[in-house]
């Protein structure tokens, strides 16, 4: 089992649409999570870190669940500048950061 | 400020080469992260470093290598370069590089090996 799964997508969506991501992750001992943006040939990005108590910024939100080892990002009224690839991240006792294979996202006019 | 910087931003290697790519973090930031991409793929952790010294290595083989200098730059070396090993290789920085921080990447170097 790989240790950060995502959504295979991609997603398609128009614009002003509401597209929601679900990332699993397997190690329970994971303490750090996050949300990156990738755009085509670009590094990855920081989006969000994501609390257990749920956290939002403006149209984006993330809901971390430990019990499930679930996580989510929730994005609202989507821009075409959203498109992009979405990665999963999540960091353990070792400090490095493990990502999954990413969502792409296109938001079409 | 700068950001982190990598060089060189695309390189051509022949099966067997060697190759060394170099990073500068950000300016105060002491930790030094690598990843390898591969198209299609997320990032794969290969090595962490922070004050010089190694603190993680990912499950890639010996023929990776790297070091941190003392102005907390750092190189990435691969020897006898395989087809494989074509990828993005994203450099990362941190303050600690501890738990809980956002690492920024730098815009990688495109490796190709024929």
């Known amino acids: 089992r790989k240790e950060v799964e995502q959504d295979p997508g991609p997603f398609n969506v128009p614009e002003g649409a509401t597209v929601a991501f679900n990332c699993t992750y397997s190690?329970?001992?994971?303490?750090?999570f996050f949300w990156y943006r990738q755009d085509c040939r670009k590094e990855p990005k920081l989006l969000m870190s994501?609390?257990?108590s749920g956290n939002e910024d403006g149209r984006f939100t993330a809901q971390l669940n430990r019990a499930s080892q679930y996580i989510s990002l929730l994005i609202r009224d989507s821009k075409l500048s959203d498109s992009a690839t979405y990665l999963c991240?999540?960091?353990?006792?070792?400090?490095?950061?493990?990502f999954g294979k990413g969502t792409k996202l296109t938001v079409n006019p | 400020d700068a950001g982190v910087t990598q060089s060189p931003t695309h390189l051509i290697k022949t099966r067997g080469q060697h190759v060394t790519l170099r990073c500068s973090p950000i300016?105060?930031?002491?930790?030094v992260s690598w990843y390898q991409q591969v198209l299609g793929q997320g990032p794969q952790f290969i090595f962490q470093y922070y004050e010089k010294e190694e603190r993680g290595r990912g499950n890639f083989p010996d023929r990776f290598s790297a070091r941190q200098f003392p102005n907390y730059s750092s190189e990435l070396n691969v020897n006898a370069l395989l087809l494989g090993d074509s990828a993005l290789y994203l450099c990362?920085?941190?303050?600690?590089?501890?738990?809980?921080?956002?690492?920024?990447f730098g815009s990688g170097t495109r490796l190709t090996v024929v």
């Open positions: 190690n329970s001992a994971s303490q750090s």
């Open positions: 300016s105060g930031h002491k930790s």
């Open positions: 994501v609390y257990s």
């Open positions: 991240v999540v960091q353990g006792g070792s400090e490095k950061l493990v």
């Open positions: 990362a920085s941190s303050t600690t590089g501890g738990l809980g921080y956002g690492y920024t």
